[in-house]
T-cell receptor, first 115, second 114 residues
Framework: SAVISQKPSRDICQRGTSLTIQCQVD?????MFWYRQQPGQSLTLIAT?????????ESGFVIDKFPISRPNLTFSTLTVSNMSPEDSSIYLCSGGTGTGGTEAFFGQGTRLTVV | AQSVTQLGSHVSVSEGALVLLRCNYSSSVPPYLFWYVQYPNQGLQLLLK??????LVKGINGFEAEFKKSETSFHLTKPSAHMSDAAEYFCAVSVRERANNLFFGTGTRLTVIP
């Protein structure tokens, strides 16, 4: 299994600013993903973080709002840009081996509050 | 496309009683099914998974789930609830073509009454 660490664990930000969330995996993983969990709701996939290339975004999410980097197999960042109160959520990073049927491992999440 | 429906956003059981959390899935290809648990202020922890083979899957903390293809279900059970089982439970589905890419249900919050 892989251990995934996220920083920061929580933050309170002013609207209009940006926050970058870091995700570090203790071993190389093929796949890395970013999810959003809005208050009282389930997890929604934002994008797949691709090593050395642009992330693959799901419908409803765009690179300008959620730029993602993945410079190597163990590290990724998600930036929440030009934040509004609607961006208040928990953001989770996950990783996996890329083999069908294997589970994804999750970080503890970043609880973001935008005021 | 894949999707998951969890019936009951909140379930309450007495300590020692049977836990039953319901999950139905939709998938056009053979699915992989997962149950995750989320404790307050923590990330998701895998309870168990079904890939192929035996349809009754045992996981951690005494939980198990049975894959029933005819009913497109993957319900989670535990014979006797403990106080420590109080948490949010998520059912998820993925497919081989999008490995590790999980589609989650809306979650079920389990409350255990002393």
């Amino acid at each position: 299994s892989a251990v995934i660490s996220q920083k920061p664990s929580r933050d309170i930000c002013q609207r209009g600013t940006s926050l970058t969330i870091q995700c570090q995996v203790d071993s190389q993983v093929t796949m890395m993903f970013w999810y959003r969990q809005q208050p009282g709701q389930s997890l929604t996939l934002i994008a797949t973080a691709n090593q050395g290339s642009e992330a693959t975004y799901e419908s409803g999410f765009v690179i300008d709002k959620f730029p993602i980097s993945r410079p190597n197999l163990t590290f990724s960042t998600l930036t929440v840009s030009n934040m509004s109160p609607e961006d208040s959520s928990i953001y989770l990073c996950s990783g996996g081996t890329g083999t069908g049927g294997t589970e994804a491992f999750f970080g503890q999440g970043t609880r973001l509050t935008v005021v | 496309a894949q999707s998951v429906t969890q019936l009951g956003s909140h379930v309450s059981v007495s300590e020692g009683a049977l836990v039953l959390l319901r999950c139905n899935y939709s998938s056009s290809v053979p699915p992989y099914l997962f149950w995750y648990v989320q404790y307050p202020n923590q990330g998701l922890q895998l309870l168990l998974k079904y890939t192929t083979g035996a349809t009754l899957v045992k996981g951690i903390n005494g939980f198990e789930a049975e894959f029933k293809k005819s009913e497109t279900s993957f319900h989670l059970t535990k014979p006797s609830a403990h106080m420590s089982d109080a948490a949010e439970y998520f059912c998820a589905v993925s497919v081989r073509e999008r490995a590790n890419n999980l589609f989650f249900g809306t979650g079920t919050r389990l409350t255990v009454i002393p």
